[in-house]
Every structure is written in C-alpha cells, then in structure tokens.
C-alpha cells in the first residue's frame, strides 16, 4: 500500500495556516494520481462524508436557539461559498495551459464540490428538513451571495475566462479568495471540535485540502515569476484590484451576526469549556466576536506575508495589509 504523504494524513497534517504558510507542494507533484492515493484513499479513508462515522451531533446542537443558528448560517455561506468556487474552477480547467494544471485543478474542482455536499449535508445533522434544502439555503444566504460572495466570483471569473490569465487567475483564488479565507476555516475548526465533533472533523478535512490549494497556487505563482520575471508588474497589479475588491465589499453584518449568536450559544456551555484553548494560554469562552475577528486578521496577515514572501513578492506584503481582509 502506498504511504499517504504526511500533509494529506489525517493524524499527521498540520494545521491550515502552519502548513499553508510552509509546505512546498506543486501542480506536478499533485496530479491524479496523487489525488486518488493521498486523497481518495488517504484523507477521505473512513470519512467519505467529511466525518467519522462514528461521530454524532449532539442534541443540543438540533435545538433550536443561537448555536444552532450560528452553525447554521455558517454551514449556509460555506455552501454557497463551495458551490461558487466549483462553478469557478470550471473555468481554470477549461483555461489550463498544459496537463499538470489541468489535473491539479480537476482535483481542486472535485475537493469544493465535495466541500459543498459536506456543509450543505451538515444542515440535516442539525435538523433541517433535506425536502427543499438546497431552496433554503439560497434564500437564506441570498444577502450574503449578494454582498460577498458575486462580487468576488465575478473577479475571479473575469480575469480567467474573459482575460484568458491563466496565472493572474491562480493569484486570484489562491491569494485573494482562499487565502482570505484560511483564517475562518481553521476558526472554525477550533471554535467547533468540542462543541460538535463532527462540524470540527467537516472543518478539519476541509482544512487540510486547503493546505494543498494554497500550497499548490503559490508554488505555481513562485515559478511563474521566476521562470517569467517580466510578469511581475502584472501579478503585482492583479493583486492590487483584488485589495481594492476587499475594500468594497461589506462583510462585516455577516461575520458579526454569526459571531454574535456562537457567543450567545457558547455561554450555556461554559462547563464543557472550561479547559479549551483556541491557543496556548487563550480560551475559546473567554473570547468576544470582536477577539475572534481580530484573531482571524492577524492569521489572514501572518500567512500572507509568509506566502507572498515564498512567491517572491514580499512588496505585496504591506498594500495587501492594508486591504485587511475581514472575513471570518
Ligand atoms: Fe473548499
Ligand atoms: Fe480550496
């Protein structure tokens, strides 16, 4: 049997924002075939559906109150968030300039579309009727695909497939979109381990894929410049619209409204945390959604300058600080 490589081991990866700022992985070194052995049969071994079989949601976690909704609205933009990102990476694959892209990108296509059917099925295990539920969640997030989410698909959608920039693109997703989202997955894992393991495990598979595409888009934007240093101007441009694209968009009632409610809901169990840390020496109960929030910038901040330093763009570092992405 073939080892499964540490970063796609479930035991053994490390967290999203460790390993996104550090591991080196490329396009070439994540074909198919490494997607089938490390993935398939790796990470996804016993947890087809995102989590242990074993793993049940709590019933507190079904009553209806404030940490049942704040889940829910999370599970509810995650969705949305997952079917965009696949409906969006169509176009990286149409657009793939040789097979390594093609392949690599084929296999990121298949781990958001696999990330929206985790989410969205994580909905049932928190009571809502399955009749109807795609509808649901499209009404329910209809505001925040609105605000947050078009605005953003349609950047990444115009540079690759109406510019035909096939590594301005890579830039796109990689660095704007789910670099700026790094932060809220791996919160999210921390925030809800204890209080239901099997969101926690969601979030958890979820986290180590995303090790793989934001290690993957930046090798490939570290290469390009190095192989292509007359582009630099250019990926530095593209970078600047999608800091000028954060700027415009208005996330906040989002991220606050949820984080409102997980704080309401955490509070009637204070004793299941009373020894959890989201880090050494910060415990998840004693934080405010205004903790959190600053918490997930300072991570967004640290792996982009961690990332853009590796790419070769440490310039990039302060003007994108600026931007200071918020989301959670
Ligand atoms: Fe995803
Ligand atoms: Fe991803």
């Not at 789910?178 to 099997?198: I, M």
Request: glycine letters at 8%; aromatic letters at 8%.
């Amino acid at each position: 049997m073939t080892k499964v490589p540490a970063e796609a081991d479930w035991d053994a990866a490390p967290g999203l924002l460790d390993g996104a700022a550090n591991l080196e992985l490329t396009v070439a070194q994540c074909d198919l075939s490494y997607w089938f052995s490390a993935v398939a049969q790796g990470t996804l071994k016993g947890r087809p559906d995102g989590y242990s079989g074993e793993l049940s949601t709590p019933d507190y976690m079904r009553e209806p109150g404030p940490l049942r909704e704040a889940l829910t609205l999370e599970l509810v933009y995650r969705s949305l968030d997952e079917e965009a990102a696949t409906k969006v990476l169509a176009d990286y694959v149409a657009m793939a300039p040789d097979i390594p892209e093609l392949e690599f990108f084929s296999t990121q296509l298949m781990d958001e579309a696999r990330h929206h059917m985790i989410f969205r099925n994580h909905l049932l295990n928190l009571g809502h009727p399955a009749e109807g539920l795609m509808d649901w969640i499209r009404q329910t997030g209809a505001e925040y695909k609105k605000k947050v989410l078009t605005p953003v698909q349609e950047f990444a959608t115009q540079i690759v497939r109406t510019e035909g920039d096939f590594v301005g693109g890579v830039v796109a997703f990689a660095i704007i979109i789910e670099g700026v989202l790094a932060a809220s997955t791996e919160l999210s894992e921390l925030k809800w381990g204890v209080l239901d393991p099997a969101a926690g495990e969601i979030a958890r598979g979820a986290a180590i894929d995303e090790i793989r595409h934001l290690a993957v888009g930046s090798s490939y934007v570290r290469q390009h410049l190095i192989d292509h240093p007359e582009d630099r101007p250019h990926v530095l441009d593209v970078l600047r619209r999608g800091r000028e694209l954060w700027g415009t968009i208005e996330d906040a009632e989002f991220v606050m409204t949820r984080e409102q409610l997980f704080q309401e809901g955490m509070q009637a169990h204070k004793e299941l945390l009373k020894d959890y840390e989201l880090f050494p020496g910060k415990r998840l109960i004693d934080t405010t959604p205004e903790d959190r929030w600053a918490i997930a910038a300072q991570w967004n901040d640290e792996l982009a300058d961690a990332r853009l330093a590796y790419m070769g763009i440490p310039e990039a570092i302060e003007f994108l600080r600026a931007s200071a992405p918020r989301i959670l």
